[in-house]
């Protein structure tokens, strides 16, 4: 039994079962068989089931958002965008379900050939805690949509919306096994993960869980998609919009609390508007509303957990001590029913070098680090001096410059003149540390399926042909 806390005052929430091996392997056999079951049931139908999920997980929103809320300590505008999207994404998988097809191949020779989609069977996804409830739907939605099971495991410290998701999509006619959530830590990560019966793996963590991750799905050479972690940069051109660039930025790294695997963390300006960015930037800072995530006037709330918390601000601390100067740092809370809340205050940190810590790692909190270039070869240089590739920002009025950069810079998302816009519609993933795989858009239905061929000899008297088609 694990109890669940509240990052806004630390008061207990909830306590959570977490299974036992025998349950685990238990809910595998069962996920094994509904996916039988499901993949029989024809595209149209298993699509139909999921807009019913849309149509009631639209009308939970609300109560939803509140719930991740007390959880997570997001914002209640941040969690209600998140349960809409969750509906969304329901929605979106529902729709496509039946249109996914093969193709006929015209081989040479008396043969119809032609592929199919097939799905894995039994799909893990492994999430974690910054976006608990709209990862669940976008890890159980595709899977089923293409005819898959869905087991499903949350992080340990925030696993209520995704229990409750499994109880509305079963409200909504999704088949009892077929979607399962199991709680758990580490250890129930790994079992699920070591599993022979679980055929796919879509894991969304840290590059370090997500190394072990891939060890141990090598032994049973189980597929896997990585959705890791950032250290992305925001390019600052000197023909920017500086009033956009200013909410683009903030939004990009002050939203979620920081706890964004596509946080615009890394802000690279040039060097003739970098004063004026920065002190525009701390303006802003300085009077931010740091607070309880459920008043409309708060900005930022606390991080999800107190281990966050405590790495953001020793990333914080560091900063300073290796030189980096803080340029702007928001006001805590100081409500005394918020004091044993896990609120780090954001802060800007202007002169920092490559080879800091600040500028390296992930910090995965409320923390902007500004660094200056000179030209545009530089900003790619600096943007690219970075193990991670997940995302980027491109600030710039001319058209050319930003296609021109968009093309070189490795990174899986890229958005000029505007940052953090998600849809299920666009493929989303990372290169480098950031991963590979691609959820979202056209390539979920890749990434959940695999392609048969099928070969049929249609002359009337049968051949065995080796060696190639005629
Ligand atoms: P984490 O890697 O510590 O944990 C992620 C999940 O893996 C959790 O559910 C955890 O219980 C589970 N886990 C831990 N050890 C495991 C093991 N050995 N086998 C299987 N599962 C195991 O990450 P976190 O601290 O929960 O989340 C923060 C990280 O997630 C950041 O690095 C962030 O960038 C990344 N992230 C990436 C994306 C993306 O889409 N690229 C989105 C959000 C967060």
């Known amino acids: 039994m694990r109890t669940i806390a509240s990052p806004i005052d630390g008061s207990p929430l909830d306590e959570v079962d977490e299974p036992a091996p025998a349950e685990i392997s238990a809910a595998l056999d069962a996920a094994t068989i509904a996916a039988e079951q ?32 007390l959880n997570t300590g997001k914002l209640l505008t941040e969690t209600r965008r998140e349960a809409a999207r969750a509906a969304d994404c329901f929605e979106y998988f529902g729709g496509y379900a039946d249109k996914v097809t093969g193709t006929v191949v015209p081989v040479p ?25 709209f990862f669940a739907a976008k890890k159980i939605a595709p899977a089923i949509a293409f005819g898959n099971a869905s087991v499903l495991k949350p ?26 959530v199991i709680p758990g830590g580490s250890a129930t990560g790994a079992a699920l993960v070591g599993d022979p019966r679980v055929k796919l793996i879509v894991f969304t963590g840290s590059d370090r869980t997500g190394r072990a991750v891939a060890k141990a799905a090598a032994a049973n050479l189980t597929p896997v998609a990585m959705e ?12 920017a919009q500086l009033d956009s660039v200013v909410e683009g930025v903030l939004t990009g790294i002050f939203g979620g ?19 004026d960015l920065t002190a525009r930037l701390a303006a802003r800072v300085e009077a931010m509303i740091v607070g309880d995530p459920r008043d409309p006037d708060t ?19 560091e900063g300073i001590e290796q030189g980096a100067q803080v340029a702007a740092q928001a006001p805590m809370p100081q409500r005394a029913d918020l004091a044993r809340g896990f609120f ?30 000179r030209d545009e070869d530089e900003a790619i240089a600096l943007a690219h001096d ?85």
Not at 228 to 239: R, Y
Not at 348 to 366: H, I, T, Y
Request: glycine residues 10%.
């Open 299 to 317: 900005e930022v709330g606390p991080q999800v957990t107190r281990r966050q918390a405590d790495k953001t601000s020793s990333f914080i601390s």
């Open 155 to 180: 992080s340990p410290e925030t696993p209520l919306t995704a229990l409750r998701l499994a109880a509305l999509l079963r409200e909504a006619g999704v088949p009892e096994d077929l979607v399962q």
């Open 344 to 373: 780090v205050a954001p802060t800007v940190f202007a002169g920092v070098r490559p080879d800091m810590r600040l500028a390296q790692e992930e910090v995965f909190g409320p923390v902007l680090a500004i660094s200056r270039f």
């Open 257 to 275: 609390c920081g706890q964004m695997c596509i946080a615009g963390s890394r802000l690279l300006v040039q060097e003739s508007i970098a004063d």
């Open 228 to 239: 890791l972690g950032g250290k992305s940069p925001q390019l600052v051109f000197d023909d």
């Open 386 to 470: 970075t193990q991670f590739g997940l995302a980027a920002g491109i600030w710039t009025n001319s058209a050319s410059r930003a296609h021109r950069v968009a093309e070189v810079l490795r990174a899986g998302n890229i958005w000029i003149n505007s940052y953090r816009v998600l849809s299920d519609m666009m493929p989303f993933g990372g290169v480098g540390m950031s991963g590979y795989g691609r959820e979202g858009g056209t390539e979920a239905a890749g990434l959940y399926t695999w392609t048969k061929s099928v070969w049929t000899w249609t002359a009337e008297h049968s051949a065995v042909v080796f060696g190639g088609a005629r």
């Open 38 to 69: 499901w993949r029989r049931r024809s595209a149209t139908e298993r699509g139909r089931v999921l807009l019913e999920a849309s149509r009631l997980l639209r009308q939970h929103t609300s109560e939803i958002a509140e719930l991740e809320t």
């Open 109 to 133: 020779g008396a043969y119809h050939a032609y592929t199919r989609r097939e799905p894995f069977g039994v799909s893990l996804g492994v999430i974690p805690w910054n976006v608990p409830y």
